[in-house]
């Protein structure tokens, strides 16, 4: 009785200096967050300046006078462009949807093998995934290029190259090494074959890193924009369309931030929601196993 | 003999064939689109390809080139190796130490300051930071500088080779807290909180106990894939110093090599000599991850 007061005691001392501490941790995250972030807010206040208030002095670190001038005027370019406007955006959204899904279902299959099946060549496959994410050269590109021969300009060309992401399956194999084989080899015993396993226990435990590499694969595929594999302008993806509504010297800074800030808002928004998931996980993860 | 153990080898691909059968769909692209094109660019470092013409064998003498002729290519790699130092630890250990610290903060508080840290990864916002370093009187810092009386005439932070290097520097730390750090955020995200209530009751009194003997050994994947991520990204970077000081920089002085091989392979089109260059940092970024999993390796056991 005594000893269980005595611990209630000592965990309230102990709460009240976590408390304090967190209290630090917000304060000192605040002020390093507010560096990280002056650079995007001045490229989103930039977006909303009025071409005159671009080059006042000294600059300001707000917009006196805010206005959607710098939108129209990137629309208005947009529209204009060899091809209609919605044929990028149609563009861009069927290669991240295809990239995205296929990227993760595949990726988090061969993780999930190269981090618990003991097979021959497994070793090698692992070896080879981290040597690949560290051969960086622009020599590469012409190689896919001949590789690429049938495909050149088609919707292929911007998928298939991205789909199999060395990082997406390096980031899913070193989380699913945390899970216990001993819960593995206990649906073995079961009958389970290795696809259920994977499916019922492996994937519904892994919801942070499934989410994390949504992102990743979320934001590459968004950002795909074929380089010299596709020239047809009707194959052309947003960033494309985005670039040449940007790209007219500095005068043009402000539209060049408005495509930027419009760019940025599917990105940031799946990882509002990804993140959401990720966070929620620790809420139930206390039943593991 | 010989023969038993490939019967037993095959014997055994047999018994995994639905392991074989999950691997593939991501195994093959993977081969295609990226193992094959690398393993065709791993001999053109040994000849001289000018991409019209077919590649002519010319042995080392890329190589040979590089370390003894090629003054530029030696200040490349001080320039590398440099910026890689500075970069490369101070970013890794801010990426563990922002996930750790967030991780300990309200969940309402945990997206939006993770969203803070990661969206400079997000968002291609050069052209700010070329306003924020204009070597006129209209730059933000200088601005700034000038008002607090700091400086009397405006520094040229992009062209003057005593400063371009540093500016560099402070864009790539601020876009370097990337894919490493959100991994990290959703590793320490997926610890199991029993591993927290049993070192409390085996006496672990506070945060610094729970991170050096709970939450760091259960990391210890996550850390890995952050320091391969954070090497590719410090030894491989050039982009940030190429829209940011322009193309050559002053003096070659935010020249990596990253650069140099892009001035060989798009601009002047010498694709093996390119090609080499790559090369020569790849086996650097090799070494250095062997040399980090090693560390982090033996620190796990």
Known sequence: MTKSIASVKGSSRMVGSRLAGTIMIFLFLTILGIFMALPIYLAVIMAFKPVQELFVFPPKLYVLDPTLDNFRDMFRTLSNLWVPFERYVFNSVLVTVCVTLAQCVFASMAAFVLAKCRIPGGTFLNKLIVVSLLYQSNVIYIMQYLIMARLRDTYWALILPAVASPMCLFLMRQSMASVPDAMIEAAKVDGANLFTIFWKIVIPNQKPALMTMMIFAFQAAWNIQGGSLVSRESLKTLPTAAAQAASAGLARAGVAMAAAVVMLVPPVVVFMLAQRQVIETMAHSGIKE | ?301
């Not at chain 2, 590398?80 to 991780?103: E, Q």
């Not at chain 2, 005439?153 to 371009?164: N, S």
């Not at chain 2, 001035?263 to 970024?285: K, N, P, T």
């Open chain 2, 1 to 301: 003999m010989g023969g038993s153990r490939l019967q037993q080898t095959i014997r055994q691909i047999w018994q995994n064939r639905e392991a074989y059968l999950m691997l593939a769909p991501f195994m093959l692209i993977f081969l295609i689109f990226t193992v094959v094109p690398v393993v065709m660019s791993l001999p053109i470092g040994f000849t001289d390809f000018n991409m019209v013409q077919l590649p002519k064998f010319v042995g080392l003498s890329n190589y040979s080139t590089l370390f003894l002729n090629d003054t530029i290519f030696i200040q490349s790699i001080r320039v590398t190796l440099i910026f890689a130092l500075l970069t490369g630890p101070v970013s890794y250990v801010l990426c563990f130490l922002l996930a750790w610290l967030i991780n300990e903060l309200p969940q309402k508080l945990k997206t939006l300051f993770t969203l803070i840290f990661y969206a400079p990864s997000m968002a291609n916002v050069y052209t700010v930071w070329q306003l924020i370093f204009s070597g006129d009187t209209y730059g933000y810092l200088n601005s700034l500088l000038l008002k607090l009386r700091i400086i009397t005439a405006p520094v040229q932070w992009l062209t003057d080779g005593r400063f371009v290097l540093g500016t560099v520097i402070v864009v790539q730390l601020w876009v370097s807290l990337g894919a490493g750090f959100l991994a990290l955020r959703a590793g320490f995200q997926n610890i199991d909180r029993t591993l927290y209530e049993a070192g409390a009751i085996e006496g672990i009194r506070n945060r610094f106990q729970e991170l050096i003997y709970i939450t760091i050994p259960a990391m210890a994947p996550q850390m890995m894939f952050a320091a391969v991520m954070q090497i590719v990204g410090s030894f491989t970077a050039g982009t940030v110093a190429q829209s940011l000081v322009g193309f050559p920089s002053t003096d070659y002085k935010a020249h990596t090599i990253m650069t140099h091989a892009y001035d060989y392979g798009w601009v002047r089109f010498e694709m093996g000599y390119a090609s080499a260059i790559c090369m020569i940092l790849f086996v650097v970024m090799l070494l250095c991850n062997k040399a980090i999993s090693r560390i982090l390796g033996k620190y796990m056991e």
